[in-house]
């Protein structure tokens, strides 16, 4: 049976569960918000997972509303500095990807001191991804081996990116099916799990029911049975 060891979620769906409800699209974002703490707690909870990335803020994302954008800022802010605790108890490592020089001081700051609090545990390591986009990520990593003599390996260049863990399953929430710029180096032999349901409304049950599929499926990464 397979295993889960790293699993990747694009949360998607926020903005339509609050225009739902009539409610403004901000408010998904504040309930987003509180299914990344219990997905997380149930991955920290879950010895074989390893490693959970979730898709938080994409390089694509500074194209909304200045409002939502700022929005979105401020409760990455509030939200990390409230989950310290949280990781702490439950032994999780948090770990950023993405560029986030484009971030303001004190928000790099706040993520950079929950990075350090959170170095020593040896849990789940939950890796946000912020201002985080594939091709931006394999561009840097292009960039920063230019200047090297030999031909760059397959190594090298997985070395130089933020992430460096293959994924093994990854799942979008939100109805549409589409990467949108997240893990296409890692997700090259992902499993790819596309559920209608809003990430606001997404539960650990249907993460147990997708994860109990994944186990089943058969991965053949290009060899044969
Ligand atoms: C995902 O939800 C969260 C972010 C991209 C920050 P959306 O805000 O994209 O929600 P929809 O897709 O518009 O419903
Ligand atoms: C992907 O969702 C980014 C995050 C979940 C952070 P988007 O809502 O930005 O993706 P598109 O624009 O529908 O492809
Ligand atoms: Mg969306």
Known sequence: MNQAKHIAIIMDGNGRWAE????????????????VKSITTFCS??????????????????????????FLMKLLNSYLKKELDVYLQNNVRFEPIGDIRAFSKS???????????TAHCDGLV?????????????LRAVNSLKNSHEDITLEMLSNKLDCK???????????????SNFLLWQSAYAELFFTDTLWPDF????????IKKFKKVERRFGGLK
């Open 107 to 117: 928000l790099q700051k706040t993520i950079r001191i929950v990075q350090e609090k």
């Open 203 to 210: 539960t650990t049950k249907e993460l147990e029911k997708i």
């Open 165 to 179: 863990h293959s994924v093994d399953l990854l799942i979008r929430t939100g109805g549409d099916k589409r990467l």
């Open 20 to 35: 739902l409800q009539d409610k403004k699209r901000v408010k998904g974002h504040e309930a987003g918000a509180k299914v």
């Open 126 to 138: 939950q890796s946000l991804a912020l201002n985080y986009g594939a091709q931006d990520e394999i």
């Open 45 to 70: 909870n879950h010895k074989d997972i390893e490693r959970l990335t979730l898709y938080a803020f994409s390089t694509e994302n500074w194209k909304r509303p200045r409002l939502e954008v700022e």
